[in-house]
C-alpha cells in the first residue's frame, strides 16, 4: 500500500518513508553507542511497533534479542481509554537485563508510563524507551523518553505500523487520514 493507493481517505503525508529511514538509522546509531558493550533487550509493543522493530534491529550493528508484549488502552476509537490491560506478556525474564521498549507512537505518554513501572518492577539493569513519534500531548507526562523519532502534533495519524479500527498500518510513511474518514 502506498501513497496513491489512499485516494481521498489521506490528507496529508507528515514524514515520507524516506525519513523514516534516515531517522531509524540515526537513532541506531545511538542506540549502539549506548549499549556498547552491554546486552540489549528490545521489547516491542505490539501490534504497532512491528515496523520499527524490524526496521530498527535490522539497523544495529549490536547484538540484541527481541521480545513481545501487548498492551491496550485504546479499542476501535481515536482515544486512549485510559484502562492499560496487558494482552501478551514477555516470553523472556527480564532482571537483570537492558531493556529498551520499542513503541510506534506516544499518545497521551499514559499507557508507556504504566508499562514503563511495570517492568521496571520486574527487576531489570536498565528500562529506557524508543518512540517513532511523541505527540506534543505527551510532552506534559513525566515520562523519559531516551529516543525519539519525531515529535509531531496532536493529530490523528496512520501510517508505519500506527493503525485506524487495525488499517493502515502497511503505509511506508506516516499520515493524517481525512476527517471523513472517522468522522
Avoid at 481521498?8 to 524516506?18: I, R
Avoid at 545511538?30 to 515496523?51: H, P, Q, S, T
Avoid at 508510563?113 to 531489570?124: A, I, Y
Wanted: include cysteine.
Amino acid at each position: 500500500m502506498d501513497l496513491n493507493d489512499m485516494g481521498q481517505d489521506l490528507k496529508s503525508v507528515l514524514v515520507t518513508e524516506e525519513e523514516i529511514k534516515t531517522r531509524l538509522a540515526e537513532l541506531a546509531a545511538e542506540i549502539d553507542a549506548d549499549y556498547a558493550g552491554r546486552d540489549l533487550l528490545l521489547v516491542g509493543v505490539l501490534k504497532g511497533a512491528v515496523m520499527v522493530m524490524a526496521d530498527l534491529a535490522r539497523e544495529l550493528h549490536h547484538s540484541c534479542e527481541m521480545d513481545w508484549m501487548a498492551v491496550s488502552s485504546y479499542g476501535a476509537g481515536t482515544t486512549s481509554s485510559g484502562v492499560v490491560r496487558i494482552l501478551m506478556d514477555l516470553d523472556i525474564d527480564i532482571s537483570g537485563r537492558n531493556v529498551l521498549i520499542v513503541e510506534d507512537v506516544i499518545d497521551s505518554g499514559l499507557t508507556l508510563s504504566w508499562l514503563v513501572g511495570n517492568l521496571r518492577s520486574r527487576g531489570p539493569a536498565s528500562v529506557e524507551v524508543c518512540a517513532m513519534v511523541r505527540k506534543e500531548l505527551a510532552l506534559d507526562v513525566e515520562l523519559d523518553v531516551r529516543y525519539v523519532g519525531f515529535d509531531l502534533p496532536n493529530e490523528f495519524i496512520v501510517g508505519y505500523g500506527l493503525d485506524y479500527a487495525e488499517k493502515y498500518r502497511n503505509l511506508p510513511f506516516i499520515g493524517t487520514l481525512a476527517p471523513h474518514m472517522y468522522s
